[in-house]
């Protein structure tokens, strides 16, 4: 459940401490019962609450900051730009990245931006123990294809490649911006990763990439940053044609929040009890 940023300043809500969502749609998110559950296993009081923002409302987020009770936020489509304007200062990642998901307010009132989904692609493949990728493809150009990019170079990934459907129009420094059907030329790599909504929502029977070109890929790593469904068909294809890992988007959406919490209440996240309870939630 999510209301309209203006709503939200005119209620009771803004009465506690309160944490915030900032996105033009942001309904499905389960960023709410993620971080509310962390709040209170933790005890602490306050409130964490999606906030629907048009263009018109953009100017509320002034407001929005300057309150007392505003902790921090959370940034997603289409504000992960927008919001850096409003910021005193951005930690290192979100600079080199050049988007932020996450802003702490600190002591003195100035604002922080964080990026986070970094750290949330990173963890998983860490936990897996999956080798430094030195090859990897990056379906899709946008927001979070860019913090994977970040994520790879991270890892110390060698070439990656990135693909989109308009491969002319895209330009991203160091990087090799490629064609669909590139692809099947390409020599085999170490890791793909889905960043496009391709398996989701409306075209959730589809994968961006065929079993062919999975086969002919043979990554060894095939990871969907999509987690509603948690097995996209991209995933279970990889599983058909034998890749060895296969990870989903449920695994960065946690660690992408844990990392956001610890950074605005210096507390530990409280993993597994996130874990089952979204587990209960999102059935595929
Ligand atoms: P976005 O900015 O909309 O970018 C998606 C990119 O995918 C576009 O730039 C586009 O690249 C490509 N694309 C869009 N529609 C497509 C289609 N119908 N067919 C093929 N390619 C298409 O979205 P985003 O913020 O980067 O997010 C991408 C995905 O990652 C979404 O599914 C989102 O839910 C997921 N995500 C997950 C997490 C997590 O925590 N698990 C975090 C962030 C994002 P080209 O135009 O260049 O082809």
């Known amino acids: 459940m999510s209301i309209s940023i203006t709503d939200f300043l005119s209620s009771e809500l803004t009465e506690i401490p309160f944490y915030v969502l900032l996105g033009e749609k942001t309904d499905y998110s389960h960023s709410p019962l993620i971080h509310n559950t962390a709040l209170e296993f933790h005890s602490i009081k306050a409130g964490y609450f999606a906030l629907n923002i048009s263009k018109q409302e953009i100017v509320l987020l002034n407001e929005l900051f300057a309150h007392p009770n505003f902790k921090g936020a959370n940034v997603t489509i289409p504000y992960k730009l927008t919001v850096k304007e409003y910021l005193s200062k951005m930690d290192e990642i979100a600079e080199k990245v050049g988007a932020v998901n ?27 123990g999956i080798n430094s990728p030195d090859r990897a493809v990056i379906l899709g150009s946008g927001g979070a294809s860019s913090a994977v990019v970040e994520a790879f170079q991270m890892l110390g990934t060698r070439e990656i490649f990135m693909v989109s459907r308009k491969p002319d129009e895209v330009r991203r420094a160091g990087i090799s911006v490629i064609g669909y059907e590139d692809l099947n030329t390409l020599e085999p790599v170490d890791a793909i990763v889905n960043a496009t909504p391709v398996g989701m929502g409306t075209i959730i029977d589809e994968s961006p990439v065929s079993a062919e070109t999975l086969r002919h890929l043979n990554p060894d790593l095939a990871y969907d940053l999509i987690y509603k469904p948690q097995t996209t068909k991209f995933l279970q294809i990889a599983g058909s044609v034998g890749t060895r890992h296969v990870l989903g988007g449920l695994l960065m959406l946690v660690y992408q929040a844990a990392k956001a919490f610890e950074i605005w209440t210096d507390t530990a996240f409280p993993e597994e009890l996130v874990f089952e309870t979204l587990n209960a939630t999102l059935i595929d």
């Open 102 to 128: 996450v802003i702490k307010k600190e002591e003195d009132r100035s604002l922080t931006g964080y990026n986070t989904d970094v750290f949330g692609f990173v963890h998983p493949v860490k936990l897996a």
